[in-house]
């Protein structure tokens, strides 16, 4: 994967893009609503409003994301990227309300459609804009790993949806005149983005809740610090994820005669492999001699190991530092 400052112009890119494209949907959707009414169209219309907005916050959180750690930040500012999926999913779900709300009041009062053929036509060319700017951004996502992108895309995928649906209503409406059809697809397509955005605020929790990397990939790190011809051992594994970047840290236990410099040698090469791997971490590595019985940092009344690294269960008492 790509990072550093290629990858962070590539996420700028993808965030422009976005707000191009959003913004001139928001144009045509609001000519064809003002021609045709329908509560449909209406729903895409205003999800086209939090896409842009969502896109704004996006810039300004991956430009964010960006600064580099300082004194306040020791850890860099990669959480700004789950930070705005969140609030992203939280724009998402307001909009799905006000629309099912919406939905609703039509379905008590129908009102025929007008105008359909100019509406398809708009949808259509949404459609097409729509397509050409997921197709960028999964490949950003792909080169980066970006959330907030990858945030960006999901819910840009699902308007792909929502585009095709509002085409339906619109032609199935009009041939059928059951203008019951238009707030029913509205009502549908809010429970749609209420999902889309309920899946958003999943992923972006995982980071802020600072939740460890997949077990494979900590299986990959275990496997690549006993791969080292003379790492006897691996323990207390502590991965976690902020934006872009992965944090791994790791105890390897090593000979106990062994001199400091030839550890810490073993350590530098340990750690090459690492990022080999695992290009956007940040990686600490304490070495130990083999053999000898750690201090147990966080003591409970039972302990319970982690399979993969040896961490110890949740929920043990921190001690009293009083």
Not at 144 to 157: K, M, Q, V
Request: glycine share 8%.
């Amino acid at each position: 994967m790509i990072s550093g400052a290629a990858g962070q112009r590539l996420r700028k890119r993808a965030s422009y893009a976005a707000v191009v494209v959003g913004t001139l949907l928001i144009a045509v959707k609001l000519a064809a609503w003002i021609g045709t009414g329908s509560v449909a169209l209406l729903s895409s219309l205003v999800d086209s409003f939090v896409d842009v907005g969502a896109s704004l916050l996006n810039l300004f959180a991956i430009q964010q994301a960006a600064v580099p750690a300082d004194r306040e930040h020791r850890f860099g500012h990669g959480k700004a990227e789950p930070l705005a999926a969140l609030a992203q999913s939280a724009f998402l779900g307001g909009s799905a309300l006000l629309l099912m709300a919406e939905a609703i009041r039509r379905l008590v009062s129908p009102t025929p459609v007008v105008h359909a053929v100019s509406g398809i036509a708009v949808m259509a060319c949404a459609i097409v804009l729509t397509i050409a700017l997921v197709t960028y951004q999964r490949h950003v996502v792909r080169l980066t790993g970006s959330l907030a992108i990858g945030a960006d895309e999901l819910h840009y995928r699902s308007d792909l949806v929502l585009n095709g649906s509002v085409i339906a209503t619109l032609l199935l409406g009009s041939w059928l005149s059951a203008p019951i059809l238009d707030p029913l697809v509205g009502a549908a397509v809010g429970i749609w983005i209420i999902y889309g955005a309920a899946k958003i605020a999943r992923l972006s929790l995982t980071q802020l809740m600072d939740r460890e990397l997949p077990d494979a990939e900590r299986a990959l790190v275990r496997k690549i610090a006993e791969g080292h011809p003379e790492v006897q051992s691996v323990h207390d594994i502590r991965t976690r994820a902020a934006g872009p970047t992965a944090f791994i840290q790791l105890h390897i236990e090593m000979d106990g005669d062994m001199k400091l410099l030839r550890a810490h040698e073993i350590s530098d090469s340990v750690e090459a492999d690492l990022r080999r791997a695992f290009p956007h971490a940040e990686i600490i590595i304490h070495e130990d001699p083999a053999g000898i019985e750690e201090t147990v940092m966080f003591p409970g009344p039972e302990r319970s190991e982690d399979p993969l690294s040896g961490d110890l269960a949740q929920g043990e008492a921190l001690p009293d530092l009083r």
